[in-house]
C-alpha cells in the first residue's frame, strides 16, 4: 500500500517522520503534552524544535520526551549567554545546534553578529536552522554561499527554503553546489508541483520537511508532499530519512 493509500484509510503514515523545524512553549500550545499529542494525531516521530526567540524551557520538554525531541538553540545576537557556555549547552544528548532569524534580529546572516553561531557550529559539527526569504536584505538564500564555503562542518538548513518561487530556486542551487546546505519546505506555500520539480532539479538527499508548528499545523505541509506524483522513496527521504541522515552525520541523531 502506498503512503497516501495508507493516509486515505485513515492509517499511520508508514514512514519515519521528522519535522525539521517546529517550536514549543508558546501562547498557542504552551503544553508539552499537547504538542506530543499534535504529532500523533498527524504522525510525527520526531519534533526537531526551538523556542520562539529566548527561554529554557526546551531542557524540560527534551527530559520529558527524549525519543520525540531534538533541540536548536535560539541564538540572539543581541543577547546571548557567553561562547564558552553556549559550547556546553551544544554539548547536551538531544541538542542539534542553533536557530537563528537574521530578520526579525534585523542583522545579516553573514555579519559579524552571527559569528559566534558559525564558529562553534562548525567546530563542533551542529546543525543551524536560519530563517531565510528571498526578497530580503538579512537572509536571502545566496546569502548562504559564502557561510557554506568558510564553514564546512556546520550543516546549513534554509528555513522556508527562501519562502518566495525566486527564494526557492536559489535554495536549489544552493543544495547542489554545496555539501553542507539543506533546504527545508516550510512556508513555501508547495508551490505547483513543488515536490515533483525537487525530485529532477534537486539534490533529493537534502530536501527536508518542516511545519513551523504550532504557528502553522503539521498537516498542511505533509499533504502536498504525501500527494506529489513521484515515488514513494521520494517522499520517504524528504519526510524524514534526510534529516535522520543529516543528525547520524553529526552524530546527534536518537
Request: with cysteine.
Amino acid at each position: 500500500m502506498s503512503l497516501i493509500e495508507n493516509v486515505f484509510n485513515g492509517e499511520k503514515i508508514n514512514s519515519l517522520v521528522i519535522d525539521a523545524h517546529g517550536h514549543y512553549g508558546t501562547s498557542i500550545i504552551p503544553d508539552f503534552a499537547d504538542t506530543i499529542k499534535e504529532m500523533d494525531r498527524v504522525g510525527i516521530d520526531k519534533f526537531c524544535c526551538a523556542p520562539l526567540y529566548q527561554n529554557d524551557k526546551g531542557f524540560e520538554f527534551l527530559q520529558a520526551y527524549p525519543d520525540r525531541v531534538l533541540l536548536y538553540h535560539w541564538y540572539d545576537p543581541y543577547y546571548d549567554m557567553p561562547e564558552e557556555e553556549l559550547s556546553k549547552r551544544l554539548d547536551v544528548p538531544g541538542v542539534i545546534g542553533f536557530k537563528i532569524h537574521p530578520n526579525a534580529n534585523g542583522v545579516a546572516c553573514n555579519s559579524k553578529a552571527f559569528k559566534t553561531v558559525w564558529e562553534l557550529a562548525n567546530e563542533k559539527k551542529t546543525a543551524v536552522l536560519t530563517h531565510t526569504w528571498y526578497p530580503n536584505m538579512y537572509c536571502d538564500p545566496s546569502m548562504y554561499a559564502g557561510i557554506a564555503k568558510n564553514y564546512p562542518d556546520a550543516k546549513i538548513i534554509l528555513g522556508h527554503s527562501g519562502g518566495s518561487v525566486e527564494g526557492f530556486l536559489r535554495s536549489v542551487k544552493l543544495v547542489n553546489k554545496y555539501e553542507n546546505i539543506y533546504m527545508e519546505l516550510d512556508n513555501t506555500n508547495h508551490h505547483y508541483n513543488q515536490t515533483e520539480y525537487l525530485a529532477k532539479n534537486a539534490d533529493i538527499s537534502k530536501v527536508l520537511f518542516g511545519s513551523d508548528f504550532p504557528t502553522e499545523d503539521f498537516a498542511p505541509h505533509l499533504g502536498p508532499i504525501l500527494a506529489a506524483q513521484v515515488e514513494d522513496t521520494i517522499k520517504e527521504k524528504i519526510l524524514g530519512q534526510n534529516m535522520k541522515d543529516l543528525l547520524e552525520s553529526i552524530n546527534r541523531y536518537r
